[in-house]
């Protein structure tokens, strides 16, 4: 029985997804041979609650150099960093000397309007690519995994921060243990930790399993991620849903006794109770509803093929490679995906190896039918996309569920 991983206790599996490659691990055809593959398993702990993989690739295999996603790409999340840095700027940062620290600050598209209002600021990721373009745009960074000993540098060059941020990180690192003692050691008496990540809660609501891939190691709830603080001896003090990455929760941290509790931290409580989020046969339930959802979406697919419909995916999502290898969609059900990251295009998907092509091909001759990868991005790319509906184009979406809308 594997041990969790937060508090040594032990848990059973309760999905498991096969052997699975490396979700940004799209490549070029010269690599096929040596593509790397783990099994990608997930567990509840009835002791902790933490929703967590029962084995992680080593994070050098997934953070390096060639990373392939920049978070810039998206407009709406280039909005989105834009209000989150906003309301930091304007609760947490009160005086002219304010430090913030990013950690997983990728190419700087939240630390960029800390940088542009002249507000000390230091960003700590590991992956060189994205750093560089960070540091291209003026923002300073340092090439780390962030964790106890760089915390501890950190404060000796910079001071203690008053805001510590972190996006779709946190549940990227398996040693949290290190990476929170590391935050207990950096932030002021005063200061604020606001993390966000996919929720658990919306994971389950909405059976979208393609949130479980390598980078995940972590699920969150409230309920987990208040047990994990707690015994550092910070608490949660709010928690905010946010409508980006198809749901995900903002906590706010704070040391214990610094700030008042929400109220929206009681009510998170007891919405969790209600939906089981501490009990495991509500995942028990999800994995089921997982072989539902696959089996559906082949269906649709096979049923696309009989007619001789020409399907591509649209965003080659790390999400996605969880779909196609899990479904087992294969280069003859989907011709491509179209993609607007440079450095993901022309290589393969990661496992079933379906061509990744610049978004110009999708414009240049529309398919009869776009399988929605990013999915996450539907109202952006829907509304940006109005054109292909308008010529006959059809949209399959799986999030919540199976459907094919005109
Ligand atoms: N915050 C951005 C990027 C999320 S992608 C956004 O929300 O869009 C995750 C980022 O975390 C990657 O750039 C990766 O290199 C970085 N990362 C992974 N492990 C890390 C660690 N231990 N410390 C700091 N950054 C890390
Ligand atoms: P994400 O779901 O991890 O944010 O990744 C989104 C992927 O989808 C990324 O590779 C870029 C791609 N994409 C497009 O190709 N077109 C778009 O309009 C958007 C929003 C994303
Ligand atoms: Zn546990």
């Known amino acids: ?11 059973e599996p ?13 490549l070029t055809a010269d690599e096929f041979a040596h593509e790397y593959f783990f099994d990608l398993e997930v567990g509840f702990c009835p002791d902790c609650y933490m929703v967590q993989l029962v084995s992680q690739p080593e994070r050098e295999q997934m953070f390096h150099a060639d990373y392939a996603y920049f978070s810039s790409i998206s407009t709406r999340m280039a909005e989105h960093f834009k209000d989150f840095a906003g309301l930091v700027i304007g609760s947490y940062l009160g005086n002219r000397n304010s430090f913030v620290v990013e950690i997983g600050s990728n190419d700087g598209i939240m ?14 990721d590991p992956s060189a690519n994205v750093v560089r373009a960070a540091r291209e745009k003026g923002i300073e960074t340092i090439c780390a995994f962030f964790d106890e000993d760089v915390a501890e540098k950190i404060k000796a060059e910079y001071g203690e921060a008053d805001a510590i941020l972190a996006a779709n990180v946190m549940c990227h690192i398996r040693n949290l243990h290190s990476v929170i003692s590391g935050i207990k050691i950096l932030l002021k008496p005063d200061g604020m930790l606001l993390f966000e990540d996919p929720y658990l809660g919306d994971i389950v609501e909405r059976t979208s399993y393609d949130q479980i891939y390598d980078e995940h190691a972590y699920y969150f709830s409230l309920a ?30 704070a040391h214990r006794g610094a700030y008042d509790i929400s109220p929206a931290v ?38 696309f ?20 290898n899990y479904c087992g969609i ?38 009869d039918v776009a399988l929605l990868f990013a999915w996450n991005h539907a109202e952006e790319i829907i509304e940006k996309e109005r054109h292909f509906a308008e010529s006959g184009g059809k949209w399959l979406l799986y999030v919540p569920d199976v459907e094919v809308i005109g």
Request: one cysteine or more.
């Open 224 to 253: 987990s991620v208040e047990n994990l603080f707690s015994a550092h001896e910070l608490e949660v003090t709010d928690a905010i849903p946010q409508n980006v990455h198809g749901g995900s929760m903002r906590f706010c941290i």
């Open 111 to 124: 630390l960029r309007h800390f940088s542009g209002a002249g507000i000390r600021h230091l960003g700590v």
């Open 330 to 367: 294969t280069p003859d059900m989907i011709e491509y995906i179209s993609d607007t990251t440079p450095t993901k295009q022309d290589k393969y998907s990661p496992g079933m190896h379906i061509p990744i092509k610049p978004y110009q091909r999708f414009l240049e001759r529309y398919p």
């Open 266 to 303: 009681w009510s998170l409580k007891k919405k969790e109770q209600g939906l089981g989020l501490n009990t495991g046969a509500t995942f028990d339930k999800f994995r089921i509803d997982v072989d539902r959802s696959r089996d559906s979406l082949l269906r649709a697919l096979n049923d």
């Open 14 to 26: 309760f999905i498991s997804f096969g052997r699975m490659p490396i979700a940004n691990g799209f």
């Open 1 to 11: 029985m594997p041990s969790c991983i937060i508090c040594k206790g032990n848990y």
């Open 305 to 324: 093929r009989k007619e001789r419909k020409r399907v591509v995916g649209y965003g080659a999502t790390s999400k996605s490679t969880t779909v196609i």
